[in-house]
Nanobody, 122 residues
């Protein structure tokens, strides 16, 4: 059974940083795209970042230059380093894997974690 488990969320003041982790188990994702999405209250789930097996990375415009996605294939883990956080980054952050379509589309991923809350206060 595939499991994705996120950790590292929490409260932080504006300008601060957090590092999210996602540990995958149940199958190997070393040759797959893994991504991070987020969902704020009352809003749709949105793409944040993704990383391919080759190391190619993709970001939404609003986090480019502030967030960095990385992966450790040996540990089957993916990370999201978030710097210069602002209140607009407040959301539940989800790890996703099992890409079947467009990288930036939530409906393209088969497997999801339970999410970790990030709350940025001004």
């Amino acid at each position: 059974q595939v499991q994705l488990v996120e950790s590292g969320g929490g409260p932080v003041q504006a300008g601060g940083s957090l590092r999210l982790s996602c540990a995958a188990s149940g199958r190997s994702f070393s040759s797959s795209v893994m991504g991070w999405f987020r969902q704020a209250p009352g809003k749709e789930r949105e793409f944040v970042a993704a990383i391919a097996w080759s190391g190619s990375t993709y970001y939404r415009d609003s986090v480019e230059g502030r967030f960095t996605i990385s992966r450790d294939n040996a540990k089957t883990a993916v990370y999201l380093q978030m710097l210069s956080l602002n209140p607009e980054d407040t959301a539940v952050y989800f790890c996703a894997a099992g890409l079947t379509g467009l990288i930036r589309s939530p409906s393209s991923y088969r497997y999801w974690g339970q999410g970790t809350q990030v709350t940025v206060s001004s």
